[in-house]
């Protein structure tokens, strides 16, 4: 019997579950029993987001995010699918639909359900996407379909929603454990994965459940997954953390920073390599006014480890926290990078705040603070702006998540929450709070930590593109003892006759040239009758198809879900702590007016997007639907 963890304990003492903590729980609809969720991943592809695993809490009676019934404790072994492709409010017309992970049809073997892992979506004209590492709940053991955790031979799976169908891959020559706790992120346009650091710990696989109760032993190297041809390497990360592994931060991709792209680490805290580690994680927490920064193409060089490197940091740098979430948001320009982390917590402080990083200044900005603090959440940016944020538990005292589909709408341009989700939301703009705090400044008010770092944000012309805009650059000059004796004056005059002369031949052969040309075009206007109709086909845009979107809408608090046999999914708890006013509220009671200071808001009907709406849904008719 495994102890149990801090999670359960925590249960028990909020008074949140009871006894029922490891209750039968075969009828519990993960969609209409939901109370709480945390621990999970989440991705988004092809307008559909998708939540992955994590703990959960079920309540009997559904009450609207109201405590009531008895309270169950589980894992979610369903992967639950909500609708981008259409604007919808959380609290009347959702579209999520829950779909069961069944056993891959050629080996019979069933997909892990797994906290703490990473969801990828993959390439893009891949239609699969990808969860990678995790490690088994031992929250209740007599949930349904609960499995001890096997080996980690398999630790890559796929999922492919047109045939519904999961697949395993063996990674094991790259990378041979099972990681959880780690930051994740993916360059989808190069079909690379990437996972930091992290832990295994007893749920890892079968070989580690000898490691008791809440320790874990952290791990170093970041894993590179290629989801093309389903491989992976470990590179060292010495240069990154050190002898100290991180655990439970962020980590963000970039793509125009660089030749081919950069990944962001923020946060997390950071364990002694090789150790069993017992202690708090947040015993040795990271500051954030040191930037942690890897240059994708050092991957492309022959490196064996990549290239890490550093940038300090100025402004609002928030305090130290593991558990958060982060986003990233750029100009239309790319002149600005926006990074945004929401929530987490640290040893005696959980947070309901927002901050912004921008690069290339590297300024931290505080956006917003509120009195709802969450951690253990999840947040993906969909729509050009738009962060949605999918469960967190909060402190005590427990109580059931106030979101009551689990997810919030938060807009990175005008830095306001809502409950409506727009579609068709107009471009991401840098925020007004932000766009005055760093001016038109693009370079750290520090300076550059290195000049590796200044390069990636301020690449040196390519030839091509110095011949067509950039001046020509004045020749380096020579140092003293290698300046020439100047020529005596004979020689200057018969230079200079010389060049008379070769100047005078030029100015004939170009008048002959340029009264040639003028000839031949005339003649070519005379002729010219337009492009073939060949040509004129060929510059046409064919459709390449969408995923098929999700059709079933809730028609409120009622609505069931579409749902296999013995479903569960619900979550973990949240309570609000309290936090300062100045940059906006939050509250544990949803205000009626929830979602009306979306400024984007499509159920208030805006005239500007009205045209943009029903184009769209002339053009949603000819579209197969799935789910």
Known sequence: MVELSIFALWLFTTGLVGFPLFANSQD???????????????????????????????????????????MTAGVNNYLIAIDLSQSWDWKTNISEVALPKDANPRTGTKPPFVIRGALYQG????????????????????????????????????????????????????????PNSGAYAEAPDQSLAFYLNGNIDNGSSISTTGLKGNTYQPLSGMIVLDTGNQTARNLSTQAFSGDEPRSRGQMEYLPAVGSKGALVYLGGGASPKGSVVNSPLYSNLVEMDQIDIFDIASLYNGSSSGTWLKQ????????PRIDFCLVSASAPDNSTHNLYIYGGRNSNTYFDDIYVLSLPTFTWTKVFEGQTPRYGHTCRLAAKRLMLTVGGLAPPPAQCDWEIRSVSVFDTATVTWGSVFNASAAPYDVPQIVAQRIGKNRSPSLGWSSPQVQVMFNPLPTLNSTLSSSPIPSPPIPSQENIPNPPSGRNVAAIAGAVVGALAGLILILGAVLFVLYHKKKARERDMEGPSPELTASLGIGSSGRYPHITSELAGPDYHGELGSGAEIAAEVETYGA????????????????????????????EERAAGEEEKAEGEEDKVRAF
């Open 312 to 319: 300090a940091a100025t402004g609002d740098i928030p305090q």
């Open 28 to 70: 519990l609809d993960p969609i209409v029993n939901f109370c709480s969720r945390s621990d999970h991943q989440t991705v988004i592809k092809d307008n559909v987001l998708y939540i992955d695993g994590g703990n959960e809490i079920f309540q009997s009676v559904p009450q609207n995010g109201t405590q009531y019934g008895v």
């Open 579 to 606: 936090g300062g006013k100045e940059w906006g509220t939050r509250y544990t009671e949803m205000p009626a007016d929830r979602g009306a200071e979306m400024p984007h808001d499509p159920v208030a009907g805006e």
């Open 123 to 178: 390439n893009p004209k891949d239609t699969r996407i990808w969860l990678y590492g995790g490690t088994t709940s031992w929250i209740n053991q007599s949930f349904p379909n609960f499995d001890e955790p096997s080996t980690s031979q398999y630790s890559l799976w796929s999922f492919d929603p047109k045939s519904k169908e999961w697949d395993q891959f063996d990674v094991s020559l790259g990378a041979n454990l099972r």
